[in-house]
Nanobody
Framework: VQLQASGGGLVQAGGSLRLSCAASGRSFSSYVMGWFRQAPGKERDFVAA????????DYEDSVKGRFTISRDNAKNTVYLQMNSLKPEDTAVYYCAAGTRGFRRRQGYDYWGQGTLVTVSS
């Protein structure tokens, strides 16, 4: 599976962005899809994940109520709608596909290249 993330950019605090991650291959619906982010000098952290059929979304506490993960299996794409963005959301955002877990990086087998989100105050 190859993953291509897009949609990052520069936005003011309080603004919104929608990230997309397009997957190649025919087994997209076999994978749990997740979003992680990595700020400069920090670890790559869990943001959100969604089950194979699109149910059971899971979010890191700091993004609950502001971010929404969704997927379209017919389009082999997962999305991350980000609202009420804060400067602390600034990071490179990575999408990932896996079969072994939601929040653990080790549960994901395939990673996209990342897309940079910068939130100005």
């Amino acid at each position: 599976v190859q993953l291509q993330a897009s949609g990052g950019g520069l936005v003011q605090a309080g603004g919104s962005l929608r990230l997309s991650c397009a997957a190649s291959g025919r087994s997209f619906s076999s994978y749990v899809m997740g979003w992680f982010r990595q700020a400069p000098g920090k670890e790559r952290d869990f943001v959100a994940a969604i089950s194979r059929r699109g149910g059971s979304p899971d979010y890191e506490d700091s993004v609950k109520g502001r971010f929404t993960i969704s997927r379209d299996n017919a389009k082999n794409t997962v999305y991350l709608q980000m609202n009420s963005l804060k400067p602390e959301d600034t990071a490179v955002y990575y999408c990932a596909a896996g079969t072994r877990g939601f929040r653990r990086r080790q549960g994901y087998d395939y990673w996209g290249q990342g897309t940079l989100v910068t939130v100005s105050s």
